[in-house]
């Protein structure tokens, strides 16, 4: 873990508090210190400062002085997502009348933080700092875990072969639609779109008013060809064994290894409405009757794990009624 410190420079007592409080507090924690005048650089200060602030986990700003640098520091920071502890010297909390340009106080945007006032580098401020960093730590370390976690996911479902990935995708639609009662199509596909490796699986489910056909696709990059091809078939086709629906709907999960590009999309579903950041929509009805038949395409692409591929999944059907 890095913290990066922001304060004014060439001040005895703001010093102090940096190398016998702060300090310190952060090495019984082992978290690195980055404060811009105590690293060894060769490099333009202000390119080294926003190096040092993106490679933080976390900042400390002491607000004494009123240094704007250490205020545009910390909301950068804070921009960034990153916790900002706020510390400052006890008297910065009311003003002054020998301090008419504010540079003894804490200022107004920032009065209603939580700050850890000091007086000069005791054990009480060392204890109050010390707790509020491991406040902050905590899920700064859970997130971290799930990251390695899921980087080792990630690296784990690469090394799979093509079509392994493709088929862990492919079980994990059909064991969630079954349990919502959907039932497969006696048949998957392994098929070649172009040269690119794809898999195509069926299932279906239907009351007396509503049919819900529901085709996965699983592929490693979706072509332009691929997803022109679903806006002319439906998932649903007449059978004397079937009631009169007056709601038909063909939804198709296409689930994609790779990113596809927002144009080729477009192209490719250009009578389709886009209703979110995932799904299109294209309606017709039918004629002289309140019958209609609705296609749905809902795209999932650039999937590197299947943990990251389940809430995704998991949104589409919940949205759309699946």
Known sequence: MKC????AFGHD???AIYDRCVVPVLRK???TPLRVDRVEHNE???NKIFELLDSADFAIADLTYARPSVYYE???AAGKSKPVIYIAKRDHFKARDDDPYGNFRVHFDLQMRNIISWTGPDHTFSDKLLNRVRLVLRPLKRANIHNLEL????SEFNRLPMYDRLGILQKTCIDLLRTRSFQSFPFTIDAANGTTPTRWTYLKRFDNTRY???GIITTSSATKKLLQSLSWNSLYSPSPNYPNFRLRESHYIVASLKSIPHSQITE???FFHRQNNITLASESKVSRSTDSSVTYVHIIDGIKSKSEFVPAFREVMNGNGL
Do not use: K, P, T
């Not at 990066?4 to 304060?7: D, L």
């Not at 980087?151 to 990630?154: D, G, L, Q, S, T």
């Open 268 to 270: 490719a579903l250009a």
């Open 212 to 214: 819900q056909g529901v």
């Open 13 to 15: 007592d703001v010093d």
């Open 4 to 7: 990066f410190i922001a304060s």
């Open 74 to 76: 910390a909301g950068y």
């Open 151 to 154: 980087e080792a996911e990630r």
């Open 44 to 46: 333009d200060i202000d």
């Open 29 to 31: 924690l082992f978290v």
